[in-house]
Antibody, heavy 121, light 108 residues
Framework: EVQLVQSGAEVKKPGESLKISCKGS????????IGWVRQMPGKGLEWMGI????????RYSPSFQGQVTISADKSISTAYLQWSSLKASDTAMYYC??????????????WGQGTMVTVSS | EIVMTQSPATLSVSPGERATLSCRAS??????LAWYQQKPGQAPRLLIY???TRATGIPARFSGSGSGTEFTLTISSLQSEDFAVYYC??????????FGGGTKVEIK
């Protein structure tokens, strides 16, 4: 079964660092892009950035450039999203999702279950 | 950045009725448009890609149409499990993969 399994919910204080993960299985992890999507409480979906685990090529939404770091370890089929200094406004559900490489196939066909991040003092 | 605008924000429909959701792009995205369904407490699920192709396992009551800047998702006869929030997303302007704001389909 093709799936993306994300790490569990996190509760952090402002200023703390955090790294959440997304592990792929059932497919060739290095042949698909992995994207990260934010959903703030009661709000819509926002694309944050994507990474190609095959060569770690990474692209960021301008809204998130410099705010987060996306990385991947292809040896363990896992992508990461990390913050160096969390803010209360980072409180949200974060989803990873995959898309194929190619001009007209870049839709997210498989999604992780989501990781809830709560930042509160 | 391409802006995706969905309307209406909320659609009230009775079970068995047809629902028509709209998505407009601020510039042409060709047919590189996907629709996702999200139920409360769940991750989004791919419904439609290429503006009109149903994803694997999606019932035939879901259909997509349009190209360029105007797109429509139609649910021909709403079932109880279809009440959810629906998002469109363009992937023509990759790596920017912008989503619309969503349409909530609720029971009338």
């Amino acid at each position: 079964e093709v799936q993306l399994v994300q790490s569990g919910a996190e509760v952090k204080k402002p200023g703390e660092s955090l790294k959440i993960s997304c592990k792929g299985s059932g497919y060739s992890f290095t042949s698909y892009w992995i994207g990260w999507v934010r959903q703030m409480p009661g709000k819509g979906l926002e694309w944050m950035g994507i990474i190609y685990p095959g060569d770690s090529d990474t692209r960021y939404s301008p809204s998130f450039q410099g705010q987060v770091t996306i990385s991947a370890d292809k040896s363990i089929s896992t992508a990461y999203l990390q913050w160096s200094s969390l803010k209360a406004s980072d409180t949200a559900m974060y989803y990873c999702a995959r898309h194929r490489d190619g001009y007209n196939v870049r839709y997210f066909d498989i999604w992780g279950q989501g990781t809830m991040v709560t930042v509160s003092s | 950045e391409i802006v995706m605008t969905q309307s209406p924000a909320t659609l009230s429909v009775s079970p068995g009725e047809r629902a028509t959701l709209s998505c407009r792009a601020s510039q042409s995205v060709s047919s590189n448009l996907a629709w996702y369904q999200q139920k409360p407490g769940q991750a989004p699920r791919l419904l439609i890609y290429g503006a009109s192709t149903r994803a694997t396992g999606i019932p035939a009551r879901f259909s997509g149409s349009g190209s360029g800047t105007e797109f429509t998702l139609t649910i021909s006869s709403l079932q109880s499990e279809d009440f959810a929030v629906y998002y469109c997303q363009q992937y023509n302007n990759w790596p920017s993969l912008t989503f619309g704001g969503g349409t909530k389909v609720e029971i009338k």
